[in-house]
């Protein structure tokens, strides 16, 4: 009978005082593969080689900040009677977007602090930020956050998912579109994606501005079938506002660095720039 589904354990280890949930080690995890796939192409990239240890040292803690702060802005009403529960991360409520936001200004800082390109950071670090997003939406998973509208559990079951998962969408009595799981399964697409073009010698940075377009276009369509979005006034559905944004941005300095900046490509960028010879 549904009525006897028990949702799975948030849970991860219980030591006396000391709670570790599976949310934060999901997104731990998502961390450290992220953290290794970059790691390897900045050696062969030839950029320091704890570069990326050094980066996260910052990234981390300021994008779980940031990301916590984006969520609180748009959601304080949920917080505003009992504000301490702002610090209560492990509960779930961080906004990706807002990580992305404080990771990608303390990227551009920490590369002019090294005299690094940030442009070649970025395109290393792409591939691994989408699969520490596609990894860190399990810990929604254990949460049971990030979920659509109603289904009934046939339709889940049609879409042949396991049943550990058919069961922890079963919220409150009702069955709900698993949109992590949707988020997910196209974020490690992109990865497939971004380390094939890898290989492809794209103008640099434009690596990076391919995945912000990857995931902007995937998460618009989610964040429709999604049930807790943010909102600005009722009516515009943040994430999506901000997706159009990302996109159209994004689109606008492709066309603009491969055609007015001229930036080396992806592969070359270490080889010096050949000056054409006059005839």
């Not at 970059?38 to 570069?51: F, M, N, Q, T, W």
């Not at 981390?60 to 916590?68: E, G, K, N």
């Not at 922890?168 to 698993?178: E, R």
């Not at 497939?192 to 103008?203: D, E, F, G, P, T």
Request: aromatic fraction near 16%.
């Amino acid at each position: 009978m549904d009525e006897n589904i028990q949702a799975l354990n948030r849970v991860f280890f219980e030591l006396g005082p000391i709670t570790i949930y599976w949310y934060g080690v999901i997104i731990g995890l998502g961390v450290l593969f992220g953290y290794i796939l970059a790691s390897r192409e900045s050696v062969r990239r030839g950029l320091p080689k704890d570069i990326f240890a050094d980066l996260l040292l910052f990234a981390l803690p300021i994008a779980i900040i940031s990301a916590r702060i984006y969520y609180v802005i748009f959601r304080w009403d949920q917080f505003a009677d009992d504000p301490i529960r702002v610090f209560y991360i492990w509960e779930g409520g961080i906004a990706i977007h807002g990580a992305l936001i404080g990771s990608v200004i303390t990227a551009i800082v920490f590369a002019r602090k090294r005299d690094i390109s940030f442009w070649k950071l970025a395109d290393v670090a792409a591939p691994s930020i989408l699969l520490g997003q596609a990894i860190g939406r399990w810990g929604n998973f254990m949460n049971q956050e990030v979920y659509g509208g109603e289904v009934s559990r046939a339709f889940l079951e049609n879409l042949h998912l396991p049943t550990f998962i058919i069961d922890q969408m079963y919220i409150n009595g009702t069955y709900y579109h698993p949109t992590f799981l949707y988020e997910s399964i196209l974020s490690f697409i992109g990865v497939a994606l971004l380390l094939w073009l890898r290989r492809v010698n794209l103008r640099l940075g434009e690596l990076f501005l391919i995945y912000v377009i990857w995931y902007s276009i995937a998460r618009f369509f989610i964040e429709g079938i999604r049930l807790d979005y943010l909102l600005i006034g009722d009516v515009l559905r943040v994430a999506q506002l901000i997706s159009v944004v990302l996109v159209v941005g994004a689109v606008a300095l492709i066309v603009y660095r491969r055609f007015v900046v001229r930036p080396p490509g992806y592969l070359d960028e270490d080889k010096p720039v050949k000056k054409n010879k006059k005839k």
